[in-house]
């Protein structure tokens, strides 16, 4: 499933790292890196491995623990010591989870100056990485909290939405979390796909196991009954007003602020 993101990375990243040449003939070079962003349980840390894996090159995964320190400037030389090491094993993907903790924005007053050290060591190594052979990803449920001098071009190019996973997505991850498990014969996972819309990928895990517990505590084979009732017992982990929430920041992200209102009179009312 999920096709439409998966060009959108074949073709703006994995090709542009697999086929330098080509790409140079237009005038085009390798992205310095790509956000992902989108409500959690999503996959966005599965994405990247999987591109890690399909690109072939050095993959360094790290969280806000893996660098912030107590210590003054030893977040600095973390972060410093991370990029030297990706260099000097180019080509390498750094992928960093939860973005947002790591370079929050420096507009906000509870920002350290701590933090705020370790903002400006990450903008400077990420200038132009790509130049040395690294790629960044990074991935966080909040962009907005993000600060956006990371965003602009030359660090972070692509910004890259991922919602829920769609009909395909679901149908497939049923597929594959209940194949090897004792199932009735024939089971309709489209169906089971159709009753699970807004559910992120960690909620279709949660309700297979929860179905096999089901299954296993009654000496069961899984069935369609027993699926579609943990589906009714459990909602989606993530609410509509949440998942409509995120579509308002991929419009912005996008630049498309939908705002009809009309412009603010300038001068006297009549």
């Not at 090897?180 to 169906?191: A, D, F, M, S």
């Not at 179905?211 to 084979?221: C, E, I, T």
């Amino acid at each position: 499933g999920m096709q439409e993101l998966k060009n959108t990375i074949q073709l703006d990243v994995i090709d542009a790292l697999n086929e330098k040449e080509k790409y140079a003939e237009y005038g085009l070079t390798i992205p310095n890196g790509m956000l992902l962003y989108g409500p959690p349980g999503c996959g966005k840390t599965f994405f990247a491995e999987k591109m890690a894996e399909e690109i072939g090159f050095n993959f360094y995964q790290i969280k806000p623990s893996d660098i912030q320190s107590k210590w003054v400037n030893a977040s600095q030389e973390n972060i410093k010591n991370l990029f030297n090491e990706a260099k000097q094993n180019a080509p390498s993907i750094i992928f960093i989870d939860e973005l947002d903790a790591l370079v929050p924005s420096r507009d906000t007053s509870n920002i350290s100056h701590m933090n705020t050290s370790a903002v400006n060591e990450f903008l400077a190594q990420m200038n132009n990485c790509g130049d040395d052979g690294i790629f960044i990803v990074g991935a966080t449920n909040r962009p907005n909290a993000i600060d956006p001098a990371i965003l602009r071009s030359g660090r972070l190019d692509k910004h890259i939405y991922l919602p829920p996973p769609d009909f395909a997505a679901r149908k497939l991850m049923f597929e594959l979390y209940l194949k090897k498990r004792p199932t009735e014969i024939g089971l309709n996972y489209e169906e089971l796909a159709k009753a699970t819309e807004n559910y992120v990928s960690s909620d279709i895990k949660f309700l297979c196991d929860e179905a096999s517990r089901k299954a296993l505590k009654d000496n069961l084979r899984i069935t369609k009954s027993i699926v579609l009732e943990t589906i009714r017992k459990n909602k989606p982990s993530i609410s509509k007003t949440e998942l409509n929430s995120y579509l308002i920041i991929k419009a912005k992200m996008e630049g498309d602020n939908n705002n009809n209102n009309e412009r603010s009179r300038i001068g006297f009312k009549s």
